[in-house]
């Protein structure tokens, strides 16, 4: 069996818009541009149509994959969100050892955007926050090896 792919309900939607957007337009359009390349002749020979096949196959292998975590996707249900322990769904307020705060949203890892605030699950960081509570101490091991420890501050909601 596949391992179930955890999201919200906004992270499923993306994926959802995404895999759309690629099966109706981006598809037609590639189609469109081996059309034209084509055009130019000698195939063996001709930069544009070997480009446009190379994205042809990225576009599918995108498209299978969305498809596939489509398939396994468990959308985390607002019964299952709790301010009383970190879990996928979560926003937390989190303080290091100098006192700076940092706020994340917890998240699956097909939706993370660390860039953003959205630290997957699956991340060192994300992983050791899971299930903790408000007052909770968390010592988490960075992939450089460094070990930090946070304060759990606060427990909410993301914006899902």
Do not use: F
């Not at 919200?8 to 981006?26: F, I, N, P, S, W």
Request: charged share 35%.
């Amino acid at each position: 069996m596949e391992k179930e792919i955890i999201m919200t309900y906004a992270g499923l939607r993306a994926l959802e818009d995404e895999l759309e957007q690629l099966k109706t337009v981006k598809r037609k359009e590639v189609a469109e541009k081996i059309k034209v390349a084509r055009g130019y002749g000698d195939l063996s020979e001709n930069s544009e149509y070997d480009e446009a096949k190379n994205e042809q196959g990225l576009m599918e292998g995108r498209i299978a994959l969305l498809e596939k975590m489509l398939k396994h996707a468990r959308v985390v249900t607002e019964d299952e969100l709790s301010n009383d322990r970190i879990s996928v769904g979560s926003h937390v307020t989190i303080r290091d050892e100098d006192g700076e705060e940092e706020e994340y949203d917890i998240t699956g890892s097909a939706e993370s955007d660390p860039m953003n605030g959205k630290i997957s699950d699956a991340s060192p960081i994300g992983a050791a926050l899971i299930g903790h509570s408000e007052g909770d101490t968390v010592e988490i091991t960075l992939p450089s090896g460094m070990t930090v420890q946070y304060e759990v501050i606060a427990i909410g909601r993301a914006e899902l």
